[in-house]
């Protein structure tokens, strides 16, 4: 069997490990180690090949940007940001129709500027939204499916883990692409404002209403979101105008909230304890299925599979935009299978050199952006995709009450809402790419 055969016969053992249920981080570990030992046909250089590999991918110092932005997520949970965001959401919004869950998805819009976790923005924004959409008449499927669908906004909204990820990946200036999703960021949460407003009317039974909120309430109510509004400047505007990179960007941010923390009364010994303890079992998840990734695509590219795939696809004549669209549909498809990190970690070293050979009538560098932000939205929408939707999971967990196949049908106006968008962003680029410099 030639290196390049080896290389295809991974993926179906591959997605037959997956397919049993074996984690993802796991599955990919395994394919890389066994395909590398039979690559290398000795045991002393695939010993030494996984030494190396695992050090260097341990000791990246991008890497150290992930815990940091991590705890922030947890800083901010403790420091009742979240009540806040929803509270200024909710007195402005509140008295509309459908207006509880649209302040629901402006408190995830804004919660998501600091958390970076989807998974932990939907968590956080249920248990402080979901009691005040069933108290005003709100039924459980459409309560549920917009909390899924407004935690999805953590992962796009910068600052995001996926996109660290993704700029590692690919080798792209972390701070250009967090600028580059900032506007498909704003319009997801328009698309789910605007998706609410018709579901609304389409189900008038679905939402109940609420007395409007005395004006000097609401401005107060505003007031109270400064501390969100101070860490999201501070980091992604201190992170674009050259204060500090990235990573330190990410320190100062868990400084920050972890100092809002303490100085509302919600930050003690045994908390802070449980805090740091979280972030480093989440690390370590995602390090893991950093370096099983890792392993396998050393070994893929030891197969030549990423270059003789991208050969195949340019020489095959194929339009540039059916390329892509064909990759975004794959990634659709897979995206009600996989969780959003395995997919980016698993297919981006294959897919971005059958972009990047690719002619889009602009730079390298913006095809690499544009792309990210593409691959980013159509994974963040299998987040809430049946069967498998990470989202749905969470916020199915906290509301047992409400069959799973309620929210499955209002999650997906919220879906459609998101493929429109995709639509939108793949037709007109500049949207994605006007803020950036060059």
Not at 115 to 127: D, F, Q
């Amino acid at each position: 069997m030639t290196m390049l055969e080896m290389g295809y016969a991974s993926f179906p053992i591959l997605l037959l490990m997956i397919f049993l249920r074996a984690p993802i981080g796991l599955a990919m570990l395994l394919c890389g180690i066994g395909g590398l030992y039979f690559a290398m046909g000795g045991t002393n250089m695939f010993m030494a090949k996984l030494k190396t590999e695992t050090y260097t991918t341990f000791s990246s110092y991008s890497l150290t940007i992930i815990p940091m932005f991590l705890l922030m997520g947890q800083f901010a949970t403790l420091s009742g940001m979240s009540s806040a965001l929803f509270k200024a959401a909710e007195s402005w919004l509140g008295h509309r129709k459908g207006g509880v869950a649209m302040a629901s998805v402006g408190a995830c819009a804004g919660f998501g500027a600091i958390c970076g976790s989807s998974l932990a923005t939907a968590a956080t924004m249920s248990r402080v939204a979901l009691p005040e959409l069933r108290r005003y008449g709100y039924s459980g499927g459409f309560s549920t499916a917009t909390l899924a669908a407004g935690g999805t906004l953590g992962i796009l909204i910068p600052p995001s883990v996926i996109l660290v990820i993704y700029a590692i990946l690919t080798e792209q200036n972390i701070a250009k692409l967090f600028l580059a999703a900032f506007v498909p960021g704003i319009l997801a949460a328009i698309g789910y404002v605007i998706t609410i407003s018709i579901y609304v009317r389409m189900y008038p039974d679905a939402a109940g209403t609420r007395e409007p909120v005395p004006y000097p309430e609401r401005v107060r109510a505003l007031l109270d979101v400064w501390p969100v509004l101070l860490v999201f400047g501070l980091v992604v505007g201190g992170i674009y105008l050259g204060w500090f990179t990235p990573t330190e960007g990410a320190a100062v941010g868990a400084a920050g909230t972890g100092l809002i923390a303490l100085v509302s009364g919600n930050l003690n010994w045994k908390v802070f304890v449980e805090s740091i303890i979280a972030t480093a079992t989440s690390t370590a998840m995602i390090f893991f299925i950093v370096l099983g990734a890792g392993m396998y695509n050393g070994f893929l590219a030891l197969t030549q599979v990423p270059q003789e795939l991208s050969g195949w696809v340019v020489g095959q004549g194929l339009s540039p935009w059916t390329v892509l669209t064909l990759i975004l549909v794959f990634y659709l498809i897979f995206g009600c299978l996989m969780d959003s990190l395995s997919m980016i970690l698993l297919t981006i070293p294959i897919f971005f050199p059958v972009i990047s050979a690719l002619d889009f009538g602009m730079s390298p560098e913006h095809v690499a952006i544009w792309f990210g932000i593409l691959v980013l939205i159509v994974v963040e929408v299998g987040l809430i995709t049946p069967p498998v939707g990470m989202n749905l999971f969470i916020i199915n967990a906290m509301d047992r009450s409400t069959p799973m196949v309620q929210t499955y049908k209002a999650v997906m106006w919220f879906v459609t809402s998101d493929l429109v968008r995709v639509v939108i962003l793949v037709l007109f680029p500049a949207i994605t790419l006007f803020l950036i410099p060059g």
